[in-house]
């Protein structure tokens, strides 16, 4: 005689497979695919900057291997030109902004979380047009996609402290508002 009766399964603790997000990849960042034109120039400038700094490439050979790559087509090319010469330009004058912000040494710093924080300060002191949470936001995107496990909380906490002393108006407003921390 053959068993008929319906099998039951003890309940399971454990939860559930994590479902993943759409647009984004396994840490977070966001796919290529649902990237803005500002977004990608800032992706091609990162990478730019860190030929830049590892390198010591000259910005128009960067610029030229850049133009080249997969994808470039669809980036906003006037803002990565600002990006990548505008960074290079003014690399020691970001430097002093950015240095008083750090617990260590400027060479202990990654060339990409560098790169990174080159993009926030200048960001925030030249393109007004980008509110500073945009800049931010998309700066530790950007070190997660192409940093260290924690490289974009770094980020983070330096641009943040950056953040009140280039764009003091627009960081009060959001704080009377509620939308950030005093």
Not at 160 to 166: F, Q, R, S, T, V
Request: net charge neutral.
């Amino acid at each position: 005689m053959t068993d008929t009766a319906p099998k039951t399964t003890p309940k399971s603790t454990t939860r559930p497979p994590r479902q993943t997000r759409a647009g984004v990849t396994s840490t977070g960042a966001r796919k290529a695919a649902s990237k803005s034109g500002r977004s990608r120039a800032r992706s091609f400038a990162v990478q730019a900057l860190y030929q830049h700094l590892v390198g010591g490439n000259e910005a128009e050979a960067i610029d030229a291997f850049t133009r080249d790559l997969s994808g470039f087509d669809k980036s906003d090319t006037a803002h990565f030109d600002a990006l990548l010469h505008g960074c290079i330009e003014q690399a020691e004058a970001l430097d002093a902004l950015i240095l008083p912000l750090m617990d260590r040494k400027m060479a202990e710093i990654s060339p990409i979380e560098r790169s990174v924080m080159w993009i926030g300060a200048y960001e925030m002191s030249h393109c007004l047009d980008v509110p500073w949470r945009v800049v931010l936001n998309e700066c530790i995107e950007l070190a997660k996609e192409f940093g260290g496990t924690d490289g974009h909380k770094y980020v983070n906490g330096v641009l943040n402290g950056l953040a009140p002393k280039l764009r003091a108006l627009e960081v009060a407003a959001d704080q009377a508002k509620g939308l950030t921390r005093p």
